[in-house]
Every structure is written in structure tokens, then in C-alpha cells.
């Protein structure tokens, strides 16, 4: 009959995570927009490596993105520009609210809008321009990420 030595017969399961851990290496969550190139010689391009910095990305591209502009989702983006040219007839803050909240409820329903308010930039009114900013503060319920606040401005030319 054989002897066996349980020494040499494996490592611990806890021993391996341990180890994994320590050489885990961060992979990035998507390309950071505007497209740039990298400052390290890691990517090509700045990436987004926190799930919180990629959806805020993600949110502004959503709202500044006009419908048309997205090749193969026509319907993508909460289109407001339509109705920064037409400010007599509408309601701005109101409509610019309900297409947002749309949008966000269509292509990004992970995201809880919580504020919303809009601010006139006077500065630039001298040169014939209108610029409006939009505030918003949401949260991600998935990622356990709340109190994000984000400023988008939306110009028009006069």
C-alpha cells in the first residue's frame, strides 16, 4: 500500500483569493467623452474605471443629444433643442423636465432623478447668445450611489 502526503496536496481556497486579489487588475467601465487621448500609457484613450463617473458621462451625453443625431436610435436624447428656439409658445422648464425625465426613463432607468432647476447665464445675453443651465441631482439605487449633481448649459445663438 502507497503513502500519501496531503502537503503538497493543493492550496486553500482562501490562500487563492488572497492572491487574486492583490494582482486583480482594474479594467475600465467605458471611454471617457469627450474622446481624448490618454495621459498614461495604460489606454489609449481617458477611460472611465467607476460605474458613477461613466453613468454621469452617459447622463450628459443623453441630455445634450438631440433626436436624429444617434445613427440606428433615432429617438435617442432628450431633444431640446426644438424648444430653445421656440421659448415664446412653451413652457421651457416645464417641457425641458418632461423630456429629460423621458429620456432617462427610456435609455437609462437605473438613474433616479431627484432635482431639477434651471438657471439663465446673463453673461453671455450682451453678445445675442441665451444660455441656459439645467441642474440636476440624482442617484443610482443599483449601485448604492446617491447625491450626484451634474450642470449641463444649453446655448442659443440670437
Known sequence: ?????FKSAGEKFS???DRDSRN???LPIGIATPLRLSTTQKDIFEMRYRIEDQ????LRNLILTNHGERLGHYDFGANLRPILFDLSSTD???EAMSRISAAVKKYMPFVTLETFE????NRSTSRGL??????LSYGIPA???TGHKMKVALTVGG
Open 15 to 17: 490562500s487563492i483569493q
Open 1 to 5: 500500500m502507497a503513502t500519501i502526503s
Open 92 to 94: 421651457f422648464e416645464s
Open 130 to 135: 441665451a444660455t441656459y443651465i439645467v441642474a
Open 118 to 121: 434651471l438657471e439663465v447665464d
Open 143 to 145: 449601485a448604492d450611489s
Open 24 to 26: 486583480r487588475v482594474q
Open 55 to 58: 453613468v454621469t458621462d452617459n
